[in-house]
T-cell receptor
């Protein structure tokens, strides 16, 4: 059973628009929810992360929204730029143990 | 650069070959990992090493054999692989297994013919 479900699989956004990627999880014991960004030919890199004690975390143009009751969290990219074109993975873990990753979202920002 | 270097970047091998993937981290971390990345699938954790000791093996077939001679180096020895083993193999490190920030290398793109 997939622990973390991610959607959409791919996303095309106009430059300056808002990109939204969603993830849902089942295990309520998860206590850490990171997002990783992966460019072609590179490994994933930590972008931003949140813990369930807050509902939102913002770093620059990137925001995580967290809904504990719905067991969902999402990544919002404001003012999307062509340089944001990459694959984004959500993940979840509990007490620093194994990470469970989503299947990834390929984001393309067109000029 | 993330401080995690993987070689080779690309590898093509036949099913009867034996090859090895290498990973080196320059971050002073104590935990190292092998992940498998296949298209449209979640990253799959294969092995975890903490202070050179293997702490986790996620039911990986024996045709994959890890080796960790020290905290900075990690190898994945491959033999008699199957075409379905074709994937991107990622090495990662963290300060320790409970540290939540993973640093990934760029991966080895493996094709098994």
């Amino acid at each position: 059973q997939q622990q973390v479900k991610q959607s959409p699989q791919s996303l095309i956004v106009q430059k300056g628009g808002i990109s939204i990627i969603n993830c849902a999880y089942e295990n309520t014991a998860f206590d850490y929810f990171p997002w990783y960004q992966q460019f072609p030919g590179k490994g994933p890199a930590l972008l931003i992360a949140i813990r369930p004690d807050v509902s939102e975390k913002k770093e620059g143009r990137f925001t995580i929204s967290f809904n504990k009751s719905a067991k969902q969290f999402s990544l919002h990219i404001m003012d999307s730029q062509p340089g944001d074109s990459a694959t984004y993975f959500c993940a979840a873990s509990m007490a620093g143990n194994q990470f469970y990753f989503g299947t990834g979202t390929s984001l393309t920002v067109i000029p | 650069e993330t401080g995690v270097t993987q070689t080779p970047r690309h590898l093509v091998m036949g099913m009867t070959n034996k090859k090895s993937l290498k990973c080196e981290q320059h971050l002073g971390h104590n935990a190292m990992y092998w992940y498998k990345q296949s298209a449209k699938k979640p990253l799959e954790l294969m092995f975890v090493y903490n202070f050179k000791e293997q702490t986790e093996n996620n039911s990986v077939p024996s045709r994959f054999s890890p080796e960790c001679p020290n905290s900075s180096h990690l190898f994945l020895h491959l033999h008699t692989l199957q075409p379905e083993d074709s994937a991107l193999y990622l090495c990662a490190s963290s300060q320790d297994p409970r540290n939540e920030k993973l640093f990934f290398g760029s991966g080895t793109q493996l094709s098994v013919l």
